[in-house]
């Protein structure tokens, strides 16, 4: 158990819907991470969140959008949503910033139908 | 972070000692190196982490030659559930950084 918990563990939702990803972090840990992971594909870096400020963007689609809340939960927002946006959605947290070890949770399945 | 290159897959038995490398020729003097593993549909785990020479706890070893151009992850006596995608990255301990994980190196280990 990584201490990091995400919900919901599966979605599916249609095209064109919004959803929303929530991630709570390791007690202590002040980093969030959000990866997207597609079949069989690499993990792809969204964005990371310190301490309640974004501090590092990946390839986040302008459609997704995150925030980390003032108790250091996260969510993650994905509206428009698209066939290609089925992927597991991993958020990590980790104690500070930089190549900290990160400690992923057990993911969001997302399937778009 | 430092672009990193890493085999695609490598097979494997089990009892065996496995050794994934990882080049990264433009690491800078702060980089530090660290690897994870990833089993299907799971997040990936920490597994080591290091800045030269070697590094050594309960699960690996991780061994960094003095240019420190490549480093090398040793798993001792590979047993069928080190099955998994193995991922290198190098970056600055005290930046923010875009992280790129990569393809990572897919490890089959055989009866």
């Known amino acids: 158990d990584s201490g990091v918990t995400q919900t919901p563990k599966h979605l599916i939702t249609a095209t064109g819907q919004r959803v929303t990803l929530r991630c709570s972090p390791r007690?202590?840990?002040?980093?969030v991470y959000w990866y997207q992971q597609s079949l069989d594909q690499g993990l792809q870096f969204l964005i990371q969140?310190?301490?309640?400020?974004?501090?590092a963007k990946g390839n986040i689609l302008e459609r997704f959008s995150a925030q980390q809340f003032p108790d250091l939960h996260s969510e993650l927002n994905l509206s428009s949503l698209e066939l290609g946006d089925s992927a597991l959605y991993f958020c990590?947290?980790?104690?500070?910033?930089?190549?900290?070890?990160?400690?992923f949770g057990d993911g969001t399945r997302l399937s778009i139908l | 972070l430092a672009k990193t290159t890493q085999p695609i897959s490598m097979d494997s038995y089990e009892g065996q000692e496995v050794n994934i490398t990882c080049s990264h020729n433009?690491?800078?003097?702060?980089?530090?190196i660290t690897w994870y593993q990833q089993f299907p549909s799971q997040g990936p785990r920490f597994i080591i982490q290091?800045?030269?020479t070697k590094v050594t706890n309960e699960v690996a070893s991780l061994f960094i030659p003095a240019d420190r151009k490549s480093s090398t992850l040793s798993l001792p006596r590979v047993s069928l559930s080190d099955t998994a995608v193995y991922y290198c990255l190098v970056g600055d301990m005290s930046n923010f950084n875009k992280f790129y994980f990569g393809s990572g190196t897919k490890l089959n280990v055989k009866p």
């Open positions: 007690s202590g840990d002040l980093s």
């Open positions: 433009n690491i800078a003097t702060n980089d530090y």
């Open positions: 290091g800045y030269k």
């Open positions: 990590a947290s980790s104690v500070g910033y930089g190549l900290q070890p990160q400690h």
């Open positions: 969140y310190y301490n309640g400020e974004e501090r």
